[in-house]
């Protein structure tokens, strides 16, 4: 097995698990400020974004070993997929807007 398989993996489930992990143990601050949102909800809530992000970056990894310059493109709608569901807590609006901005830089990158 190639270590860049290895590399990927282990970014992949280290972001995974950050992404389930992390609005529980952060969560606990917005609980009080919402009155149905338990440590259920919060779980569903955070697979969804965990799911678009890993599959974000295994269906991207193959593309930009082959050819880097999709590295930024890429960093940039991981980027603003995160940021956008951190302030909107919406999965449907993040990932739309992350694809937007992907496609957006991939499209300044072409040359001429």
């Not at 992390?22 to 949102?37: D, E, M, N, V």
Request: proline share 4%; net charge positive; hydrophobic share 50%.
């Amino acid at each position: 097995m190639h270590s860049s398989v290895i590399l990927v993996c282990l970014v992949v489930g280290t972001a995974n698990y950050l992404f389930r992990y992390l609005p529980l143990r952060l969560g606990a601050k917005r609980q009080a400020q919402t009155s149905k949102s338990g440590r259920m909800s919060r779980v569903l809530d955070s697979i969804g974004v965990a799911s678009i992000c890993s599959l974000l970056v295994l269906s991207s990894a193959p593309e930009i070993i082959k050819d880097s310059q999709r590295l930024l493109p890429t960093l940039v709608g991981f980027v603003v997929l995160a940021i956008t569901f951190w302030k909107s807590k919406s999965i449907i609006l993040s990932t739309l807007i992350g694809a937007v901005c992907y496609g957006l830089v991939f499209k300044l990158m072409l040359p001429g």
